[in-house]
C-alpha cells in the first residue's frame, strides 16, 4: 500500500517545508566543544519557557530519561514510577542498567498517582531497604491513553519530595499535550521539578531530538552523562534548527490533534468490534477489541485498508494523531472504521 496512513505514533511525522528550510539555513558548530550556536539557542530558549537555569539537548526522551534518573541517585537508591511508565516500561531496563536502582511501581489511575500512593512507597531510613531518592511523573501518560495529571496533585507531590527529601523528575515527552487543554504554562511545572524532559520528536513535529531541564549543577552533571551514554553530537545544531521551528510553530496546532482524535473514538464507540475505550483526553486513543478478534488480526485488516495502527497489548490497539494527520485523513480512518467488520 502506498502513502498509508500511519496512526502507529506521532514520531512518524515528516519535517514540514518550512522546518526543513530553518534546518537548511541553521548556523552549527560542534556542540561537543560547546559551540554549536543553534544548540546553544535552542537549550536557552526552551530552559527560559520552563522557568530552568539551563537545558541539554539530546537524541532521544530515552536518554533524558536516562540521564535525569542517572544524575538524581546512586546505585542501591529506589526510584518510585508508575506500573505503566515509559521510564518502566519501554527504556529496555535502563534504570537498573544505567543507574543500578531497583524501582518501586505504583498502581495508579491511567498512570497517574496521588502524593498518598508516592509517600506510602517511601523506605523507612533504615540499612535493610533501599534508599528511596527519586519520583517520576509522566505527563501525559502514553500507557494510560494520554492521559493528563492535576498540577494540584503534581504540587503535593512535590512538596512531599521537599519534605522527604526525593528529588522529582517530570517525563514530559507530551508535556505540550497536556498544557494545551488546561491551559497551564510551562514554567508552572519548571517551578515544581527537579528536572524536565521534554519530547521535539513526538506532537511537536521534529525529525529527532530531546530537551533535559534542571538547574546548572544538574545540566552540568547531566552532559557528563550524555557523553558516557555516547549522547553528545557534533553539527547537532541542524536538529536543533529544527527543534526551534516546532516551539515557535507547532505548539499552537497540537489542539487539532485532540479534537481528531477524539473523533476517532466517537467512531469507535459506535463500532461492535470495540470493548472498551480509554478516555481520549489528548492525542492517543487506546481501546480493546471485542474478546474474539485478536489484535494482529485487527492491524492486519487495518493495515490491508491502508491505515497503520500499534498493538498495544493484548486485544488493545492504539492511534496517535500527529501533524502529518489532516481532515481528509480523519475521513478516510472514520470511513474505513465504520465498515470494518
Ligand atoms: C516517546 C516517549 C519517551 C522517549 O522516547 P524516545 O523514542 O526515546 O524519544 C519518553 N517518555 C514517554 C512518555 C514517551 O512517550
Known amino acids: 500500500m502506498k502513502n498509508p496512513i500511519d496512526l502507529r505514533s506521532d514520531t512518524v511525522t515528516r519535517p514540514t517545508p518550512g522546518m526543513l528550510e530553518a534546518m537548511m539555513n541553521a548556523e552549527v558548530g560542534d556542540d561537543v566543544f560547546g559551540d554549536d550556536p543553534t544548540v546553544i539557542a535552542l537549550e536557552e530558549k526552551a530552559a527560559a519557557m520552563f522557568g530552568k537555569e539551563a537545558a541539554v539537548f539530546c537524541p532521544?526522551?530515552?536518554?533524558?530519561?536516562?540521564?535525569?534518573?542517572?544524575?538524581?541517585?546512586?546505585?542501591?537508591?529506589?526510584?518510585?514510577?508508575?506500573?505503566l511508565s515509559h521510564v518502566y516500561h519501554y527504556e529496555g531496563g535502563g534504570m537498573m542498567a544505567n543507574s543500578g536502582v531497583s524501582v518501586r511501581l505504583v498502581n495508579g489511575d491511567r498512570g497517574r498517582f496521588t502524593v498518598n500512593d508516592a509517600v506510602s512507597n517511601i523506605n523507612p531510613d533504615d540499612i535493610h531497604h533501599p534508599r528511596t531518592r527519586l519520583v517520576v511523573i509522566e505527563d501525559t501518560c502514553n500507557k494510560g491513553g494520554g492521559s493528563i495529571w492535576s498540577i494540584e496533585e503534581i504540587r503535593r507531590i512535590y512538596l512531599a519530595c521537599q519534605h522527604y527529601g526525593l528529588k522529582l523528575h517530570l517525563d514530559g515527552a507530551r508535556l505540550f499535550n497536556a498544557l494545551t487543554e488546561t491551559g497551564e504554562k510551562p514554567s508552572q511545572y519548571g517551578e515544581l521539578f527537579d528536572s524536565v524532559s521534554l519530547c521535539l520528536s513526538k506532537g511537536l513535529g521534529a525529525p529527532v531530538g530531546s530537551l533535559?531541564?534542571?538547574?546548572?549543577?544538574?545540566?552540568?552533571?547531566?552532559?557528563?552523562?550524555?557523553?558516557?551514554?555516547?549522547?553528545?553530537?557534533?553539527?547537532?545544531?541542524?536538529?536543533?534548527?529544527?527543534?526551534?521551528?516546532?516551539?515557535?510553530?507547532?505548539?499552537?496546532?497540537?489542539?487539532?490533534?485532540?479534537?481528531?482524535?477524539?473523533?476517532?473514538?466517537?467512531?469507535?464507540s459506535e463500532r461492535p468490534f470495540v470493548k472498551e475505550i480509554l478516555p481520549v483526553q489528548t492525542n492517543i486513543v487506546v481501546f480493546?477489541?471485542?474478546?474474539?478478534?485478536?489484535?494482529?488480526?485487527?492491524?492486519?485488516?487495518?493495515?490491508?485498508?491502508?491505515?497503520?495502527?500499534?498493538?498495544?497489548?493484548?486485544?488493545?490497539?492504539?492511534?496517535?494523531?500527529?501533524?502529518?494527520?489532516g481532515d481528509e485523513e480523519l475521513e478516510r480512518v472514520v470511513q474505513v472504521l465504520q465498515n470494518l467488520f
Open 60 to 83: 532521544s526522551g530515552t536518554m533524558t530519561n536516562q540521564i535525569a534518573v542517572r544524575v538524581h541517585t546512586h546505585p542501591g537508591d529506589e526510584v518510585i514510577c508508575d506500573a
Open 212 to 268: 533535559l531541564m534542571g538547574d546548572r549543577a544538574f545540566i552540568k552533571q547531566a552532559r557528563r552523562i550524555r557523553k558516557l551514554f555516547g549522547g553528545a553530537m557534533r553539527q547537532s545544531g541542524f536538529l536543533a534548527a529544527a527543534g526551534i521551528y516546532a516551539l515557535d510553530h507547532h505548539i499552537r496546532r497540537v489542539k487539532d490533534d485532540h479534537t481528531r482524535a477524539k473523533m476517532i473514538a466517537r467512531t469507535l
Open 288 to 325: 480493546t477489541l471485542q474478546d474474539h478478534i485478536s489484535e494482529d488480526e485487527f492491524i492486519e485488516r487495518l493495515r490491508k485498508s491502508g491505515i497503520l495502527v500499534l498493538g498495544f497489548g493484548p486485544r488493545k490497539i492504539r492511534m496517535i494523531t500527529h501533524l502529518d494527520f
